[in-house]
């Protein structure tokens, strides 16, 4: 199959961060729930028209936005 972009920088991410000790780090079970959710198709279409977040969570809680 065809990798993107976007699983490239994934993957060079995930090899820096098991380099430099941060452990669980990813989208693994157990890992630290941190990231942005935003309205968008595809990772280059919320990079270029940056949409509104529709929520943050840190930790695995909601910090800000509302959810549907």
Not at 19 to 43: H, Q, R, Y
Request: charged share 15%.
């Amino acid at each position: 199959g065809r990798i993107d972009a976007a699983h490239v920088k994934l993957g060079v991410c995930l090899q820096i961060a098991q380099a430099i000790g941060l452990g669980m780090w990813g989208l693994e079970i157990g890992a630290p729930a941190d990231f942005v959710a935003v309205d968008a198709e595809t990772v280059a279409e919320a990079v270029v028209n940056r949409p509104p977040r529709s929520y943050a969570v840190k930790g695995g809680l909601v910090v800000a936005g509302t959810q549907s």
